[in-house]
C-alpha cells in the first residue's frame, strides 16, 4: 500500500507565510510529478504547483512569486513554501503524487488534504 501524508497546515494572517510537507510511504518503487492542489468552499480543486522528478517547477498564476515547491527524493517528501499568503487562499491543500509502486502499478495518489486558514 502506499500513503501520502500531509502537515504543516494552521491559521496565519494575512501576509505571512507556512510551510506544508507532504511524505509518501509504503511500497514505492520510484516518484514520478508530485503536485500541490487546494481547493477552496465551494469552489472546484486547483493545481497549485508541479515538480518533476528532475525538479523542474510549474506554478499556478496566482502564486508565481510567492509559493515555492521543492522535495526531497531521498525523503519522498514534497513541500510547499506559502509566502504573503492572502484570505482567498484558504481552503483544503491537497498533495498528488505519480508513483510506481512495487507491485508493478502506477498511478496518482492523494493525499487526505491539510486546512490553512488566512485570516484578514
Known amino acids: 500500500q502506499v500513503q501520502l501524508v500531509e502537515s504543516g497546515g494552521g491559521l496565519v494572517q494575512a501576509g505571512g507565510s507556512l510551510r506544508l510537507s507532504c511524505a509518501a510511504s509504503?511500497?514505492?518503487?520510484?516518484?514520478?510529478?508530485m503536485d500541490w492542489y487546494r481547493q477552496a468552499p465551494g469552489k472546484q480543486r486547483e493545481l497549485v504547483a508541479t515538480?518533476?522528478?528532475?525538479?523542474?517547477?510549474i506554478y499556478g498564476d496566482s502564486v508565481k512569486g510567492r509559493f515555492t515547491i521543492s522535495r526531497d527524493n531521498a525523503k519522498n517528501t514534497v513541500y510547499l513554501q506559502m509566502n504573503s499568503l492572502k484570505p482567498e487562499e484558504t481552503g483544503v491543500y491537497y498533495c498528488?503524487?505519480?508513483?510506481?509502486?512495487?507491485?508493478?502499478?502506477?498511478?496518482?495518489?492523494w493525499g487526505q488534504g491539510t486546512q490553512v486558514t488566512v485570516s484578514s
Open positions: 498528488r503524487a505519480r508513483i510506481h509502486s512495487s507491485g508493478g502499478t502506477m498511478r496518482n495518489y
Open positions: 509504503g511500497s514505492i518503487f520510484s516518484i514520478n510529478a
Open positions: 515538480i518533476t522528478t528532475d525538479g523542474i517547477t
